[in-house]
């Protein structure tokens, strides 16, 4: 059950990395720090999005249309905090006490 835990905290460690990487270069690009006629800018901008997508996929569909403001980001983020604190909250249960 160790294994399990330690698992599911790395992919979520993963994940919440990944999402930080993407937020910072959506404000790069956005604030034209960085530009996507760059290849390996771009490979590593349709990367991030390729991974990412299909999780603000399916939380766009809950939120309200917001014009010019993406909230998926913001509410997967948050997502991935609670089930990073509820998995270390229940770390007795993986580990046996």
Not at 62 to 82: E, S
Not at 85 to 95: E, K, M, S
Request: net charge positive; aromatic share 14%.
């Amino acid at each position: 059950m160790v294994t399990l835990f330690q698992a599911l905290n790395l992919i979520l460690n993963v994940v919440w990395f990944i999402m930080i990487a993407h937020i910072i270069m959506s404000w790069l690009i956005n604030f034209q720090v960085l530009n996507l006629r760059q290849p390996l800018v771009a490979q590593i901008w349709y990367g991030l999005n390729n991974l990412l997508e299909p999780i603000y996929g399916r939380i766009r569909r809950f939120l309200p249309a917001t014009p010019g403001l993406d909230l998926a980001p913001l509410v997967a983020f948050i997502v991935v905090i609670i089930l990073q604190r509820a998995l270390i909250n229940n770390a007795g249960f993986f580990y046996g006490y």
